[in-house]
């Protein structure tokens, strides 16, 4: 049996080895691997390009489904904000890290101008305004127009976010 957290590890390892950053995934379904990847931020110079963005990727992709339910995701560190949306949003059954910001912040240093380990979880969690980075509201009736749209579209219908009909665990065992 794969030693999934340990393959992570692995992925983290050669990343580095290769001149890219500290971080991988490994999305496991059914005691196999779906999907993993390495951050390629430094590689492809896109900061979205973070190992569970492009692991979660791969892994709906094959899937057909933006869901994830039916698998367990191991990611490196404790995830960013941006990579925990993405997790929380595809709902994999289990997300495993193996280290949290404290053990490693004292070896890495990421340089963005308003990203610090220390006090990133702070300045997302204040109001908008309060932020550090500017932010600016301009309301726009035609912004709402759009979500008014996709209503129409979509049968007039407003309902809870939920697995769609037929991709249970079991039925996307079948992709």
Known sequence: MIDFAQRTIDLAHQNVAEGGRPFATVIVKDGEILAESANKVAQTNDPTAHAEILAIREACTRLGTEHLVGTTIYVLAHPCPMCLGSLYYCSPDEVVFLTTRDAYEPHYVDDRKYFELATFYEEFAKDWRDRRLPMRY??????????????????????????????????????
């Open 138 to 175: 301009e309301p726009r009736p035609a912004a709402v127009d759009v979500y008014r749209f996709w209503q129409e579209r979509n049968g007039g219908r407003r309902t809870a976010t939920a697995v769609p009909a037929g991709q249970t665990g079991a039925d996307l065992d079948a992709c």
